[in-house]
């Protein structure tokens, strides 16, 4: 990744999270948007590496569902909602299957399984017990259900890659798209979109970066512990 593209992504995504609470619908397209158009930028731009063609397409492919599910949640209501989950939810899939693409055998990575099935299934409880309470909103608990399982299932897959970035870029995931169903609802979270967008962007680079390994473009290797394997 290039200094330049790399600033750019930073500085727009800042500037974002800087103006979150500023009531301007047409900030809030251009700088949500612009820097998940400069991560797609810099995926499409990235060489694979050790990874291949078929990795890059898959995550590229993800990327861009989940800049469309971006869209979807700029609009309000729980259809639009839904809309961008399934974007989201399709994206995760590109995400998932590039992480099989990867995968390697690892008493660590299969042991990892465990926590991220116990998180799952008590984060489906939960929401399970506020939907189902709300009339109004328990046709969204399938979708929801779905979600959890895969985004689970994307971060667990990450880790079996044995591709640091991928992993990094899922946990970060999980931490972000968790905030935001809690937020939206369980009960208000502190600082709830701060939190959601500055992990969410931080995912999408560390996924980005997964395909050639590295943040910074160098001649020859990636600088000093930023390798691609665990």
């Not at 750019?8 to 047409?26: F, K, Q």
């Not at 109004?136 to 299932?153: A, D, E, K, M, Q």
Request: hydrophobic share 55%.
């Amino acid at each position: 990744m290039s200094k330049w593209l790399l600033g750019l992504i930073v500085s727009t995504g800042l500037v974002h999270l800087a103006t979150l609470s500023v009531d301007s619908e047409s900030l809030h397209w251009v700088f949500k948007l612009l820097p998940m158009t400069l991560i797609i930028t810099l995926a499409i731009t990235s060489h694979p590496g050790r990874t291949s063609r078929v990795y890059k397409g898959l995550v590229v492919t993800g990327l861009i569902f989940s800049i469309g599910g971006d869209a979807f949640l700029l609009m309000s209501g729980d259809g639009w909602f839904t809309m961008g989950l399934a974007s989201f939810l399709t994206g995760h899939l590109f995400y998932t299957v590039a992480m099989l693409t990867r995968l390697r055998s690892s008493l660590l990575g299969w042991l990892a399984g465990i926590p991220i099935v116990l998180y799952c299934i008590w984060m489906a409880d939960k929401f399970h017990t506020a939907l189902i309470a709300d009339d109004s909103r328990s046709g969204l608990w399938i979708p929801v259900l779905c979600y959890i399982i895969v985004i689970g299932l994307m971060f667990w897959t990450a880790i079996l890659s044995g591709n640091a970035y991928a992993a990094i870029g899922a946990l970060l995931f999980v931490i972000s798209d968790s905030v935001l169903a809690w937020n939206k609802f369980m009960e208000p979270v502190p600082s709830a979109g701060l939190l959601i967008m500055s992990t969410y962007f931080a995912a999408q680079l560390f996924l980005a970066g997964s395909i050639s390994g590295r943040l910074l473009r160098t001649d020859r290797t990636s600088a000093p512990g930023l390798k691609a394997n665990i």
